[in-house]
């Protein structure tokens, strides 16, 4: 009977030993759970954070974007607008252009310069 007593108290304390282990391990897993909860917090917080700054540069992006476009339709619609006038004013910028006549111009003018150089050049010799 000792033998058995004594293989009863070794597996009491080989159970001892397995329930102390067990015991520390779930302590080892509760801290770790605890340390993961708080950094999973600190991770959920960072996460949002970085939601909210993406989202924030997102509206700055389509802010851009939108007065990127609204540029470029305004210099469409400007370019546009300026050869529309010029197909409909061109043919009238060509008339007057051709037909236009000169008040000021008098061929009776030159003429008179001619002249005036003949004389003065005998003037002019002696």
């Not at 779930?26 to 993961?36: I, L, Q, Y």
């Not at 996460?47 to 909210?52: D, P, S, T, V």
């Not at 700054?53 to 007065?67: G, H, L, M, T």
């Not at 607008?81 to 111009?105: C, H, M, Q, R, W």
């Amino acid at each position: 009977m000792s033998l058995y007593k004594e293989e009863q108290e070794e597996r009491r304390g080989e159970r001892r030993g397995e329930e102390r282990r067990r015991g520390e391990e779930r302590r080892r897993r509760k801290e770790r759970r605890a340390e993961e909860r708080i950094g999973g917090e600190e991770r959920r917080k960072g996460e949002e954070r970085r939601r909210k700054e993406r989202r924030a540069e997102e509206r700055v992006r389509k802010k851009r974007r939108r007065k990127r476009t609204l540029f470029w339709l305004l210099i469409i619609v400007f370019v546009a607008l300026v050869f529309s006038a010029l197909t409909g004013n061109i043919p009238v910028i060509f008339e007057k252009f051709y037909n236009y006549k000169d008040e000021s111009y008098r061929p009776m003018d030159t003429a008179r310069m001619k002249y005036e150089l003949e004389k003065a050049k005998p003037v002019g010799k002696k």
